[in-house]
């Protein structure tokens, strides 16, 4: 199967759907990845630590145009343009946006919300809720130390613990 990951359009927005790490697992199982040139570069994340992984790098059609597409945020109307109907998108979707979801469907994409995902032991993969949560949890503390500037501690909550960065 070829595998797109897009560069996220969103101002503001620092993500990528998916990283060398996971890149090289979808790799080992026989899947073609396409990441778009300059996908990673707002997470510091360069072309060639895809490539490494084992990922061709492309335009933004290239990586819109795969039979499934991983994105932080929903697209937007010229990037459900480059999607072929029939694809699959998988992301962020927000759900609760009945235009967005109306618009993904007239373009004719499967379309699979993760934030819908339920959160129980056996989706525990899926739980993006969660994940994003915690690192949102961790830059606030991080900015926070940043303008007490003071000495801070590792932090112990019930979900682990963080040594301090």
């Known amino acids: 199967m070829k595998i797109g990951i897009p560069a996220e359009t969103r101002p503001g927005e620092t993500r990528v759907a998916a990283t060398p790490e996971t890149i090289k697992k ?7 990845v ?3 040139s ?3 570069v707002a997470a ?13 790098i492309g335009s933004a059609a290239e990586a819109f145009g795969a039979e499934l597409v991983l994105k932080v945020r929903a697209p937007d109307a010229s990037e ?13 979707l927000n759900p609760f946006d009945a235009d967005n979801i109306s ?4 373009s004719g ?22 994940s994003q949560a915690n690192i949102a949890g961790y830059k606030s503390v991080m900015l926070a130390a940043n303008t007490y500037q003071r000495f801070m501690p590792m932090l112990m909550t019930a979900a682990g613990t963080v040594k301090a960065a």
């Open 34 to 36: 396409i990441v778009q």
């Open 103 to 106: 618009a993904m469907a007239a």
């Open 80 to 92: 459900r343009a480059l999607m072929a109907s029939g694809s699959v998108l998988v992301g962020m």
């Open 109 to 130: 994409l499967s379309a699979f919300a993760l934030e819908a995902a339920p959160r129980i032991t056996r989706a525990q993969s899926l739980d993006v809720l969660s």
């Open 26 to 32: 979808y790799v080992a199982a026989k899947h073609q």
């Open 44 to 56: 510091s994340i360069t072309d060639a630590a895809f490539q490494a992984a084992g990922a061709q």
């Open 38 to 40: 300059g996908a990673g």
